[in-house]
């Protein structure tokens, strides 16, 4: 197989990346510009970030963002890892493909289908709009990723680990929080931090079942960009950016150091 790189491969690998990161790259630098203006460059300053901080209304929205998506995160973690255990380890019972159908509906269903269809359902039982409906929301939202990277885990689990331990004596609850609990806990995780993203990125959904007092960070940057771009949305997306990565950075560390004491586990038992 020939592996020589042309240069057409080169030239669209270059122009792929140019065309998905290039606006990121010159939104963060634009974020330290001295200039009002956000198309022309007028020196570096950190004076936005400043700025950025004593804007009520972003922090107010920040703080609703941050609240709702380790709430809906967590509840839709913890429902998505359930979901996935009926999913794998019960694989015949009355009504299975209905619930599988309903767990993973949000995956394929336009937001804006979801986002209305909430937004009707709130409205029929009389539910004001407000942070507990967009946290309802985003749970429904994310809680079908959380399955989907939970069960892609528990697929390809070694369930012989699990009737060893109760070979030895250990209850059914024993046996899940000390074998199989650790076992798929990087796909917990990932599934934890995946539904948050998400929960921060959405605005569709947010749109339809937010209310006074419940608006999102990309709702409040939305409203401001119909305006005009100003250097704070700047400055408040570089620090969406940079938290995103760290997270990144951190589970991606995380889990490699986890990989290698689990090989180095298995040698040990294999020379014992």
Known sequence: MNTTWSRFNVTSIVLGFAFLYLPIVLLIVFSFNESKLV?????????WYVSLFHNQGLMDATWVTARVGV???TVATVLGTLAALTLTRYTRFRGRVLFSGMVFAPLVMPEVITGLSLLL??????????????TLAHITLTMCF???VVQSRLVSFDRSLEEAAMDLGATPAKTFFQITLPV?????????????????????IASFTSGPGATTLPMKIYSQV????????N????????????GVII?????????VQRQLDEQAAQRG
């Open 39 to 47: 198309t022309v460059w007028g020196g570096f300053s950190t004076k």
């Open 251 to 259: 589970a991606s560390i995380a889990n490699k150091r986890r990989e």
């Open 226 to 233: 119909r305006l005009g771009v100003t250097p704070e949305i």
């Open 71 to 73: 709430i809906s995160a």
């Open 235 to 246: 400055a408040a997306c570089t620090i969406l950016i940079a938290v995103v990565a760290v």
């Open 121 to 134: 359902l709130f409205v029929a039982v009389g539910l004001d709009r407000g942070f507990f409906t967009v």
């Open 146 to 148: 959380v399955a989907v």
């Open 184 to 204: 798929i806990l990087p796909a917990i995780v990932s599934g934890w931090m995946l539904a948050f993203t998400l929960s921060l990125d959405d605005l569709v």
